[in-house]
């Protein structure tokens, strides 16, 4: 088996989602115009905002919660084959998750990087400069802009991320994918692929999604409540 995780399994530990009723950008259309890489790199003022949200981003403040515990269980268990997630905030390795075995499409918004460089950096010690006075932080290396070590709008997702989230879609007997609006590619067509390879779909999300005609199951519930039970069930039926 194998999980793709979107924001909606965060929002929960009081991380808003993006395009949900409340999501960031459907509340604040500009932000998501302001996410594209192409932005952030030609406007420092783009950057200096970026740098002070990420002051006050609620992932670092974020604990998990049920869901994410629920997919340790399932881990623990011997059925989770690989955890695939859209999201930056590390809670599924806060709650317990292998790292090994969690599949960081997008990054992670704990770690800065050089776009010149590439050198990486734990992001407190770059935000700790960003509250000492440094409105948009160089590189310590080169001098280079720095970022959240994520995957903005027009990035490519890194080839070997990718290749293995395919292939953990690939070669699973039943994919379940949870909180995603699975509006956003590749990550969506994942779905697609594990349906090809004669794997099961389940949806657990708030919303309707575009997979939701072509799953075995869909669960259109609370994720904080829908996702453990599911789980629960899982592990009953493999014992």
Known sequence: MSVLTGAGISTDSGIPDYRGPQGVWTKNPQAAVNATIDRYLADPD???ASWQARLTHPAFGAEPNGA????????????RRALITQNIDELHQLAGSAP???IELHGTIR???CVS??????????????????DDPPCPRCGGIQKSNTISFG????????GAALDAARSCDVFVAV???????????LCGEALDAGAQLVIVNAEPTPYDSFADRVINEPIGQALPALV????DAAR
């Open 117 to 134: 460089c590439d050198l990486i950096t734990p992001m407190p010690e770059v935000l700790a400069r960003v509250s000492a006075g440094e």
């Open 100 to 102: 090994e075995k969690v």
């Open 111 to 113: 770690r800065a990087e």
């Open 232 to 235: 629960k069930e899982l592990i």
């Open 179 to 189: 909180g995603s609006s699975l509006t956003v590619h590749p990550a969506a067509g």
């Open 155 to 162: 990035q490519a997702l890194k080839s070997e991320v990718l």
């Open 68 to 79: 994410h515990r629920s997919l340790v269980d399932l881990e623990h268990a011997g059925l």
């Open 46 to 48: 783009v950057r200096r």
